[in-house]
């Protein structure tokens, strides 16, 4: 009897074990299972989901073999490996939505790492909480995500688009002060207006007699710019702002540049960066290009820049663009989060958003602070660069590196107000 | 002055494209009455060949104005394989079968070109501009264009006058025209109805690639563009009124005055110009411009 009860009794304590291991973090054996959404079709593919994809697939085999520099050195996710389940982010935000939806209730994925589209990012945000899985946005731009709303369980690894409009208005205001007008082209949805809303108030304030001449909003993957181009022209700017992305990016480039428009009016585009490979020929020298952080051409030389730049030039012909920066921070940013949890004796999804919110990190694009957001948004300083041909290949020149409390409104205050306010840096 | 003029030229050429891509639409529903929305498809198809083929002619040395003959050669060559698989693989099964259910057979066609198109290409773009820029560019005013618009507006009139033609003063147009009119009638009065479906859908195939392929050199060809082009393509179609082509080329000139004009003057209001222009028609003619008149069958 004695027997019988002290063999029910180690079941049972085996079971419970089986269970807080599973509840406190994930056995050696089993990975942990990371849905990756990026775009693997349509138009952002090719300059944003793709070398995401090709990033993060690195990252994850290099993470797996514990290859990554110091302060991530341990394998995988402390010491559990990881495992991708890729989503394309194709398809609109109610797609995403029921994707989100699919990948934690029936993937049973840990984690959920992804959306490059602002209007994903906003979509998902809600749902991702509702499911009270921890969800890291890695590349979207609006700051309306963590502005206009409070997650616990929704962290973003990147810094916001509030710094592309500050740092571009400070780049060309410093390379031409004499500036008199100015137009813009950047598409019609979420990222498009509120990058030209945050540039034409940090024009108003740094440089208030410069006069708006025109503002075109072509809907998201018009792919035809004939009447835009021939307004942009005839508004005979000094300088023309552009949020443009994707393919759109690319159409504009192409039917523009033969139009002469480039010679009437200098360039800025504020999410240029991930282009200057693509664009050879239809790129002016003198294009003013941002990269939402000191990333891709702006990285500055550290082992895990190396490192990145190494294991994405052995899948792909290119060195890494930003978006690939964007992945790493955010693979990167969790990885730490977890393994300071685990530390502390658990990593359950409660233990590791307490390590998360607030965290800082090393990523190969410097130091990242998760301070805006009650700690869930990321910022860092950014840099902004001009482009000029060398032997037939895009570079930039004459780079600027800005620091975050010039670039990033501090906690509690909303970008647009921060701006109007006068952009006065904050304490970080 | 020259912001209205800049209207007019921006609105033509705008027009003339948007003509190319719905053209091969409204000839298949006016014969066949199918909603072919596997017209996108086809679209994307002869953007991509067009653009592969061509980057491949002057990527060998060639000379680049061959280019246009290699662009017009990939659609010929698109409409003449899909049109055909398509037409003789799929839809002759479904002839006498609901609307409806043609619509989705040919939005099936769709998804699976659109993958098609992703497996032999990838997600990457392609890019072929050097055909936008080597014919040079012409100036009005203060504004530069590129002369290849001029082969946009050259291409839209050849093909409108030449299907117009081919429709009222050929025997085949006369014939395919009875099968418009009574496809029942028509076979019985011994025209292979068959036969005109099979040519009008090849016929309607290539124009949908020629439409891919003249728009190559201009945007960057990538997974996707095939959907948002037949939206557009049906909106044209459905202004005109389904299936008439001088509905087609003018609603096609309507929607690209008024988007240019939006763009000019309210550019708030470009996004939905085509669609208030599809509202204020179908509130005034509820089966468009062109409506053709339809013999009530007893």
Redesign the interface.
């Known amino acids: 009897m004695n027997r019988r009860i002290s063999k029910i009794l180690l079941s049972g304590a085996a079971l419970i074990a089986t269970a807080l291991v599973s509840a406190n973090g994930h056995a050696q054996d089993k990975p942990i299972r990371i849905g990756l959404v990026t775009f ?4 952002a ?2 300059p944003f ?2 070398p995401a994809k090709i990033a993060a697939e690195a990252i994850v085999d290099s993470l797996n073999a514990g290859k990554v520099p110091a302060p991530y050195a341990t394998k995988g996710f402390g010491g559990t490996p990881l495992e991708l389940v890729i989503i394309d982010e ?1 398809g609109g935000a109610t797609k995403q939505v029921a994707e989100l939806r699919n990948l934690v209730q029936r993937q049973e994925v840990d984690f959920v790492i992804g959306y490059i589209g602002s209007g994903d990012c906003l979509a998902v945000a809600p749902v991702a909480e509702e499911l009270q899985k921890i969800t890291v946005l890695f590349d979207c731009g609006t700051p309306r995500v963590f502005e206009d709303a409070s997650y616990k369980y929704v962290f973003r690894t990147r810094p916001h688009a509030t710094m592309d409009a500050v740092a571009g208005a400070m780049y060309l205001l410093e390379s031409r002060p004499g500036l008199k007008s100015y137009g813009g082209i950047n598409q ?1 949805y979420a990222y498009g207006q509120d990058s030209w809303a945050d540039f034409t108030a940090v024009m108003e304030t740094l440089k208030p007699e410069a006069v708006v001449t ?6 998201f ?1 018009a ?2 710019y ?3 181009i ?2 942009l ?2 508004s005979n700017s000094d300088v023309i702002h552009s949020s443009l992305w994707g ?1 759109d990016l ?2 504009f480039m ?2 523009a ?4 428009l480039f010679t009437r009016s200098q360039l800025i585009l504020v999410a240029g960066e991930p282009y200057l490979h ?1 664009l050879t ?2 790129i002016p020298d003198g294009t003013i290009i941002g990269a939402r952080g000191p990333s891709g051409v702006y990285a500055q030389k550290s082992a895990l820049n190396d490192w990145l730049r190494q294991i994405y030039k052995e899948r792909a012909e290119n060195y890494p663009n930003y978006p690939a920066y964007s992945v790493a921070q955010a693979f990167l940013g969790l990885k730490s989060a977890y393994e300071k949890a685990k530390a502390k004796g658990a990593s359950g999804t409660e233990e590791i958003i307490k390590a998360f919110e607030y965290e800082t990190f090393d990523s190969p694009s410097g130091k990242v602070m998760m301070k805006l957001g009650k700690g869930h948004q990321a910022v860092t300083g950014t840099a902004y660069g001009a482009t000029r041909t060398v032997n037939g290949q895009i570079t930039v020149g004459n780079v600027k590196y800005y620091s975050v409390e010039r670039v990033q409104p501090p906690e509690g205050v909303k970008s647009i107000d921060w701006i109007k306010a006068g952009m006065k840096p904050g304490k970080w | 002055m ?2 209205l003029l ?2 007019l ?3 033509l ?2 027009s003339s ?1 948007l003509f190319i891509i719905a053209v091969g639409l409204t000839l298949i529903y006016g014969v066949m009455k199918i909603l072919n929305i596997a017209h996108g498809s086809l679209y994307a198809l002869g953007a991509y060949s067009a653009a592969s083929l061509a980057g491949f002619w002057i990527k060998q040395g060639y000379p680049p104005m061959g280019s246009y003959a290699v662009m017009l050669f990939a659609a010929i060559l698109v409409g003449l394989i899909a049109g055909p698989v398509i037409e003789r693989g799929l839809l002759r099964f479904m002839y006498g079968k609901d609307e409806i259910v043609l619509v989705l057979v040919t939005y099936a066609v769709f998804l699976i070109l659109e993958d098609f198109v ?1 497996l032999v290409w990838g ?3 392609y ?1 072929i ?1 050097q055909p ?2 080597l014919l040079g ?1 012409f100036v009005i005013g ?5 002369n290849y ?1 001029l082969v946009l507006f050259g291409a839209a009139v050849i093909i409108g006058v030449v299907l117009a033609w081919v429709l009222t003063k050929t025997r085949q147009g006369k014939m395919l025209l009875a099968v418009i009119h009574d496809r029942e009638m028509s076979g019985a009065m011994g025209i292979n109805v068959g036969r005109v479906y099979f040519i009008t859908f090849t016929v309607g195939a290539m124009l949908g690639a020629l439409g891919g392929a003249l ?1 190559a ?4 060809v ?4 095939g959907a ?1 082009t037949i939206v557009l393509a049906f909106a044209v179609v459905v202004i005109g009124g389904l299936g008439s082509l001088p509905g087609a080329a003018l609603a096609a000139l309507l929607v690209g005055i008024v ?2 004009a939006a ?2 003057y309210r ?2 209001l ?2 939905f110009s085509i669609y208030l222009v599809m509202a204020f028609v179908l509130i005034v003619r509820p089966k468009g411009l062109f409506s053709v008149q339809e013999a009530r069958k007893i």
């Open positions: 693997l079709s349509g138009p593919a090719g989901g793709v194709a019609n025109t503002s075109q909003m072509p809907k993957g792919g035809q004939g009447p835009e021939s307004v022209l005839q393919g690319e159409a192409l039917q540049t033969p139009r002469n693509r020929g239809s | 020259a912001q800049a209207v030229i921006d609105g050429i705008y494209w992703k997600v990457d773009p890019f501009s936008y820029g560019s203060d504004l530069t264009y590129p618009n728009t050199p201009m945007i960057s990538q997974p996707g563009i948002e988007r240019a763009v000019h550019p708030e470009d996004l």
